[in-house]
């Protein structure tokens, strides 16, 4: 999967995604866990093959026919006789045996299903596995749990399930506890312990803890119904921000569901990685919204990379077209003199200007030189463990050197295989 960076200030609450630990979006993939690998000739019927950043097969089975991405130190894999789908470790070992459908569950998003765990892949624990109507989570066992239900998302302790309807949620803890009963609600994640809950009824969102206890605040005419809010972001450091469906202002709020700041209603917040900052205007402010830094004053945020490196985007007044980046203290790392750039990943990131891609780091170095104008943004892959493949073809190190890949044809981006590299799809 690609990632790109695109021009433009990130606006709106309700896009505030923050990386927080399971139940967040990609939350463990700046963690390095287990080993660095990446698929190689899946079109080339050699099985499955694994390999490691130089080229040597850790992974080499003819017996199976297909496979994923390594999660939570787990891959899952196709049986070519019986077609049905297993999981191996990062050793080829079959861990969990071939023993379920290989018929991944349909697209829900065209029923507005949007908070959707991949399929096949480990997340916090447990897998989601089987067709549409046969499907079931999966411990790292193969043990089934919550049979009879559909799991939307799950944070290891909770998930979010239905039975028949999709828009109909309940919450079941895994051994299969109803914590809120099925009805006519859906919910997703929002980080630290919280969900937040949609009404089909008002068209509007509440929040309540994973135990089912609805958050509640000592503002009576704020909370004239059960479901306040129009938007909901996500939990950072014990508070969230939302926005009232009453009159459409912004707060923080905590988990008492007391609000501490009040704001204009036309506020925009760009959350930057972890929770940990967020940016408006040429501010950067802490998850308290107290302000910490500030840009010079011709300069303005115009992307944020969130990720790792805590690097913002910025741009001159009045110049959109050539972007540099800024770290969290305010200060010009990178020059406004690209015009395209990809995500910073281990903290490196390909920018674009008249001579070619550079590689260049979050302290601004270049990093050899300048890699064919040809390349297009999409077919560079993030970087992982030094190593980022370009048009799943050619492998480079962070100078742009070429890695030998001896009898690799086409290879996958690489990524870490203890990693829960699981992440919110739009299907499933």
Known sequence: ??????????????????????????????????????????????????????????????????????????????????????????????????????????????????????????????????????????????????????????????????????????????????????????????????????????????????????????????FANDYPFKEVGEFCDGRVFVKMAQDHSICLLNKNGNIEQSFDKSMSLVPVTHCNYYVDANAIYNSKYEKVAELPSDFRFSTVIPDESMMLGVHKKNDYQNEGFANVKGEIVIPCQYYSCTDFSEGLAFFKDDDGWHIIDNNGTIHGSPLDKAIQRYWLGDFCANRSVIDNSTVIDETGTIIPMPDVKEIDDFHYSGNDNSYLSDEI
């Not at 023993?99 to 096949?120: H, K």
């Not at 302790?157 to 803890?173: C, F, L, M, S, W």
């Not at 980080?191 to 509640?216: P, R, V």
Request: net charge negative; charged share 20%.
């Open 1 to 222: 999967m690609r990632k790109t960076v695109s021009n433009g200030l990130i606006l709106l609450l309700g896009l505030a995604i923050c990386l927080v630990g399971c139940g967040g979006k990609n939350a463990g993939n700046s963690q390095k866990q287990g080993t660095p690998v990446a698929k190689a000739n899946w079109n080339q019927s050699e099985g499955v093959v694994f390999v490691d950043v130089d080229g040597k097969r850790l992974i080499d089975e003819t017996d199976y026919s297909g496979a994923g991405t390594f999660s939570e130190g787990l891959c899952r894999v196709t049986a070519k006789e019986s077609g049905l789908i297993g999981f191996i470790d990062i050793k080829g070992k079959l861990v969990i045996p071939c023993q379920f459908p290989d018929n991944p569950i349909s697209s829900l998003v065209a029923n507005g299903i949007n908070n959707i765990r991949c399929n096949e892949m480990f997340h916090c624990g447990y897998a989601r596995v089987g067709s549409k109507n046969d499907n079931v989570l999966i411990d790292k066992k193969g043990n089934k749990v919550l049979e009879g239900y559909t799991a939307i998302d799950w944070d290891g302790e909770v998930a979010i399930v239905y039975k028949d309807r999709p828009h109909n949620q309940g919450i079941y803890t895994m051994d299969g506890k109803e914590i809120v009963p099925i009805g006519e609600c859906r919910y997703r994640f929002i980080g630290e312990g919280m969900l937040a809950c949609y009404s089909s009824q008002f068209h509007n969102w509440s929040i309540m803890d994973t135990k089912g206890q609805m958050i509640t605040d000592n503002m009576e005419e704020m």
